[in-house]
């Protein structure tokens, strides 16, 4: 079956550290690869998505993602995290992209010390 | 512009009730998605409309499940003789098209408690 696993349950980190959030899904054929991100009390919102090209992906605030192939693996990353970073990060796939239903996984919770 | 709306906010019901959940997309929004959400997991995929019809809905886990949307805008999920298991939370997405492409933005969310 189709999967989406994300490895931390509870990341946390103190403000200027870098962050390194894994994600690995099932093989499926063409994959389309997401990271959305919910603050607290907010909607979840896109972060960053991949769909071809270059492996290495910038999204929003700073984060960018890479992903490597022989992996099945789409890690999250930011050099230097901020209070404001804190947040539940979830990844996300799409499975052959004529349509866009996602298979999410159980999503990490980020907790940055001020 | 406003983004994806979701009513009620919360809904607490008895077991064996039946309910109703809305989702208004962003106009213009060809796609609605909605996902189910329990504690400690990520989005579940349900079911996935483009315009009026149901594309999708290999992820409504039984027949008394059922979502709808006549005109192609707001969309109703439908939860008949619900059960605790269900108690979740309900998300409402919506995008342009219905391709991968196409940014699914959420909404709110309806927290969906079955005492």
């Known amino acids: 079956a189709q999967s989406v696993s994300q490895h931390n349950h509870h990341v946390i980190l103190s403000e200027a550290a870098s962050l390194e959030l894994g994600c690995n899904y099932s093989?499926?054929?063409?994959?389309?690869l997401f990271w959305y991100v919910q603050y607290p009390g907010q909607h979840l919102q896109l972060l960053l998505k991949?769909?071809?090209?270059?492996?290495l992906v910038k999204g929003i605030k700073g984060f960018e993602a890479e992903f490597i192939k022989s992996k099945f693996s789409f890690n999250l990353r930011k050099p230097s995290v901020q209070w404001s970073d804190t947040a539940e990060y979830f990844c996300?796939?799409?499975?052959?992209?004529?349509?866009?239903?996602?298979?999410f996984g159980k999503g990490t919770k980020l907790s940055v010390k001020p | 512009g406003a983004g994806v709306s979701q009513t009620p906010s919360n809904k607490v019901t008895e077991k064996g009730k039946y309910v109703e959940l809305r989702c208004d997309p962003i106009?213009?929004?060809?796609?609605l998605y909605w996902y189910r959400q329990s504690l400690g997991q990520g989005p579940e995929f349900l079911i996935y409309?483009?315009?009026?019809?149901?594309?999708?809905d290999s992820g409504l886990p039984n027949d008394r499940f059922f979502a709808v949307r006549p005109e192609g805008s707001v969309s109703t999920l439908k939860i008949q003789r619900t059960e605790r298991g269900d108690s979740a939370v309900y998300l409402c997405?919506?995008?342009?098209?219905?391709?991968?492409?196409?940014?699914?933005?959420f909404g709110p969310g309806t927290r969906l408690t079955v005492l």
């Open positions: 106009s213009g929004h060809t796609a």
């Open positions: 409309f483009q315009g009026t019809g149901a594309a999708d």
């Open positions: 996300a796939v799409n499975y052959g992209g004529s349509q866009g239903n996602l298979i």
């Open positions: 991949y769909f071809s090209g270059d492996p």
């Open positions: 093989y499926g054929g063409t994959v389309n």
């Open positions: 997405a919506s995008s342009l098209g219905g391709v991968a492409l196409d940014t699914q933005y």
